[in-house]
């Protein structure tokens, strides 16, 4: 019983500082002060015709997200509502704090913009790899990754680009750290995932019920 409880606290553990370390990695982004990345074009773009802030609109469009997600069959667990949840929570508490300083000059925010997108890399790694489920945005890029067979870096480019493109049209905020982050994001992710090996196709990832009957010995 001890080692069963030691063993879930590891994995929750891994879960929720992957999701605080994906934060950490879009803040540095915002902070860089070179263009938001193009997931953060997008909710720039919502957060400026909802009036809402980032962390809200990170929210909302993750809610979007699951429900596409289900719609293509993919798991959704604990992890991928968490994921939802708290990424916006920790985005806005570290922005209201201002516990990442803004940049003033481009080569600081160049190397902050590439430092943070292997920080989310390896965010990913850690919250997917605890297998309650794979984050919504995360989920597209798995379920592309499984269904063509392609590179995850390729995937991730393609859902960044459709992102920027998107949120531009709604009024985001661009610029040349945009243009590095959507080139960027899926190498770093690569590189992340190659050092640690991690293949997201060979992660298991439990569904709200398969975590349930296993912890609580819920009927099958």
């Known amino acids: 019983m001890i080692n069963v409880f030691f063993s879930e606290f ?4 891994k879960l929720f500082l992957g999701l605080f ?9 915002l902070q860089a002060n070179l263009g938001f990345s193009p997931w953060d074009v997008f909710h720039h ?4 015709r909802l009036g809402i802030t980032l962390g809200r609109a990170s929210i909302l469009t993750a809610l979007v997200l699951v429900a596409i997600a289900v719609l293509m069959k993919e798991r959704v667990g604990f992890g991928t509502i968490f994921n939802m949840v708290f990424i916006g929570v920790f985005m806005d508490i570290i922005l209201h704090r201002d516990l ?11 190397a902050m913009m ?3 997108l292997f920080v989310i890399g390896f965010g ?24 063509t067979g392609k590179p995850v870096g390729l995937c991730r480019c393609c859902l960044e680009g459709t992102a920027l ?7 985001g905020r661009a610029g040349i750290g945009t ?32 975590t349930c009957q296993r912890l609580f010995r819920f009927p099958r």
Request: charged share 10%.
């Open 10 to 13: 590891l994995r929750v553990t």
């Open 21 to 29: 370390l994906f934060a950490v990695g879009i803040v540095m982004t």
């Open 45 to 48: 773009g919502v957060s400026l």
């Open 100 to 110: 990442i300083p803004l940049m003033q000059y481009f080569v600081s925010g160049a």
């Open 114 to 116: 590439i430092c943070g």
């Open 124 to 147: 990913s790694a850690l919250y997917m790899g605890a297998g309650y489920g794979a984050g919504p945005r995360d989920s597209l890029m798995v379920v592309l990754t499984k269904r």
């Open 165 to 171: 493109l998107i949120g531009w049209l709604l009024g």
């Open 179 to 210: 243009v590095i982050s959507a080139l960027g994001i899926g190498f770093a992710v690569q590189i992340v995932f190659s050092v640690l090996r991690f293949d997201v196709k060979k992660v298991y990832q439990e569904s709200f019920y398969e």
